[in-house]
């Protein structure tokens, strides 16, 4: 690189070019960064340049063709970089100068280009129907028991995949068919006195299911005699709180409650018979499991609601067509969907609930269907111990609600 603006035009030339020529009237490093020329400048006024009648520093300007001109005067001396630099130089003028320009030509077109694959995307999701629409967001609803122990949040969602995964284990089919002395009508009658009995008691509501989903399973691998139908429901209850309950009722009790059609020692034989069929396979899923779950997705504080899709499952549960079509989480969620539809809590499935649930509105319309129809007969029904149990102002009066009937018309939304 040149030391001065002035050189002899045979070291500009290249021409036997001496080392360490020192320049008249000058002290200074060889010039390597443009920075450089600013400090100089301020050392150097015009007047010391004017006497020592050489280019002032001072008076040049940068170009971006990397050239010095003094503007004054008439004579122009250039350095030109590109003969003279160092290779070293040159390589770092060759990293940094490309990296300005596409810098440069990024700022001046990244806001306003559109690329051409975002085009064609964008015209083949309109083309498909498939235009942008913002999703409703999905709530943590365990969020606000996180220092709540007994919530299990860190394993809430496994569990739940577990039940069901093992719901279809505990599920029963129609079993009518092989019940010579039974038919659904008179399950019918057992599950509506078993409520009775349920209530009379202030059992769980735990419990209630549990004996249901006993009975069933138990009436579709044994054939059992319309005498002994009672024998095998409160046998059933009675194994039923011994798992969930703290404090059971006594099998004398249950003897008194049946106003002593059998004996101690047949509710004790059958109790072991049931076991023996059912190989002591008792931790089910039952429709109270989900049931629970899905209220508190719905509305943890609407205890309307709440009672309402209660009422609702119970109602399903009575009916033996609900318990063989739809596996219990589906009547759960159906009894949460009616339930809402029911009390207009708009929208009637959120994507919350399609989320937690995994299950669809499409998916739920025809059990939920059921249901509303079953509600709308309770009050006329001869099987009446889940309107009265709901007719209760402890449980918001919702048997008394009318019907969501409009959930009956086909294709609703």
């Known amino acids: 690189m040149a030391t001065g603006a002035c050189l002899p035009h045979e070291l500009q030339r290249g021409e036997n070019k001496p080392k360490n020529v020192a320049v008249e009237g ?6 390597q960064d443009i920075g450089n020329l600013v400090d100089v400048s301020k050392r150097i006024t015009r ?3 004017e006497k020592n009648k050489k280019p002032s520093l001072a008076t040049t300007k940068v170009l971006a063709a990397g050239k010095i001109v003094r503007p004054e005067g008439p004579e122009v001396i250039t350095i030109s970089s590109d003969e003279e630099d160092s290779e070293e130089v040159k390589k770092e003028k060759k990293k940094k100068e490309p990296a300005k320009v596409i810098n440069s030509k990024q700022n001046s077109t990244k806001k306003n280009v559109k690329t051409l694959s975002a085009i064609l995307s964008a015209r083949s999701k309109a083309a498909c129907g498939r235009t942008y629409k913002p999703k409703d967001q ?3 609803v365990d969020a606000s028991d996180v220092d709540n122990e007994l919530a299990a949040v860190e394993y809430i969602d496994e569990l739940y995949k577990f039940y069901k995964f093992a719901e279809s284990d505990s599920r029963v089919y129609d079993y009518m068919g092989s019940q010579p002395d039974v038919n659904a009508k008179m399950r019918a009658i057992l599950v509506d006195w078993l409520i009775e009995v349920h209530r009379k008691f202030e059992l769980m509501p735990e419990t209630l299911h549990l004996t249901i989903n006993i009975v069933d399973r138990f009436l579709s691998l044994k054939a059992v005699s319309r005498k002994e139908l009672q024998l095998v429901g409160i046998s059933s209850m009675l194994i039923a709180c011994k798992y969930e309950e703290i404090w059971s009722p006594e099998v004398n009790d249950f003897v008194c409650i049946s106003d002593n059609a059998y004996k101690r020692e047949q509710v004790l034989v059958m109790e072991k018979t049931i076991l023996r069929k059912l190989e002591w396979y008792l931790t089910v899923p039952t429709p109270y499991v989900f049931l629970v779950r899905y209220i508190k997705v719905s509305s943890p504080s609407d205890k309307e609601m709440e009672n309402m899709a209660y009422f609702l499952a119970e109602l399903g549960l009575v009916h033996y067509a609900t318990v063989i ?3 219990p989480s589906v009547i759960a969620a159906s009894a949460v969907y009616a339930a809402r539809f029911t009390l207009g809590r708009s929208p009637f499935w959120t994507q919350t609930l399609e989320h937690y649930t995994g299950l669809s509105e499409d998916k739920l319309r ?8 079953f509600h709308s007969l309770a009050g006329e ?3 009446k111990a889940v309107f009265k149990k709901f007719c209760n102002p402890d449980r918001c ?3 008394l609600i009318p019907p969501g009937k409009l959930l009956l018309v086909e294709n609703v939304r």
């Open 397 to 399: 009066s919702v048997a």
């Open 366 to 373: 025809e059990c939920a269907k059921l249901m509303v129809s």
């Open 138 to 140: 999905v709530l943590d």
């Open 325 to 327: 079509l739809y596996s």
């Open 26 to 31: 000058r002290s200074r490093r060889v010039l």
């Open 47 to 49: 007047q010391e340049a």
């Open 381 to 383: 029904s001869k099987l």
